[in-house]
């Protein structure tokens, strides 16, 4: 599988982004899709998970309520949806590919991965 990133940018608090990753090779209706982001000196986190086969969704408590996951099986593309950022949504974000639904948050446990798109958020 391979994965393309985008749609990262520069945004003031309060204001939305909606970055993509485009997604191409195997069957992905196997796969479980994430977001993760990491932010300058800290570990990456995650974000945000989805199941192409069934749509199920999982949020990071910290984002849960302003951010949401979503998929466009005839683009074979998955979006994150990022409502009232704050200074502390600021990182790389990533979206990754893993074969199994129960390790979706577990970022050693993906195989593919995009390149990242940085978002800042500006006080």
Same mark, same amino acid.
């Given at each position: 599988?391979?994965?393309?990133?985008?749609?990262?940018?520069?945004?003031?608090?309060?204001?939305?982004?909606?970055?993509?990753?485009?997604?191409?090779?195997? $069957?992905? /209706?196997?796969?479980?899709?994430?977001?993760?982001?990491?932010?300058?000196?800290?570990?990456?986190?995650?974000?945000?998970?989805?199941?192409?086969?069934?749509?199920? $969704?999982?949020?990071? /408590?910290?984002?849960?309520?302003?951010?949401?996951?979503?998929? /466009?099986?005839?683009?074979?593309?998955?979006?994150?949806?990022?409502?009232?950022?704050?200074?502390? /949504?600021?990182?790389?974000?990533?979206?990754?590919? $893993?074969?199994?639904?129960?390790?979706?948050?577990?970022?050693?446990?993906?195989?593919?991965?995009?390149?990242?798109?940085?978002? $800042?958020?500006?006080?």
């Amino acid at each position: 599988v391979q994965l393309q990133a985008s749609g990262g940018g520069l945004v003031q608090a309060g204001g939305s982004l909606r970055p993509s990753c485009a997604a191409s090779g195997r $069957t992905l /209706d196997t796969y479980t899709f994430g977001w993760f982001r990491q932010a300058p000196g800290k570990e990456r986190r995650f974000v945000a998970g989805i199941d192409w086969r069934d749509d199920s $969704t999982i949020y990071a /408590d910290s984002v849960k309520g302003r951010f949401t996951i979503s998929r /466009d099986n005839g683009k074979n593309t998955v979006y994150l949806q990022m409502n009232t950022l704050n200074r502390e /949504d600021t990182a790389v974000y990533y979206c990754a590919a $893993t074969t199994a639904w129960r390790w979706v948050r577990f970022a050693s446990k993906y195989a593919y991965w995009g390149q990242g798109t940085l978002v $800042t958020v500006s006080s």
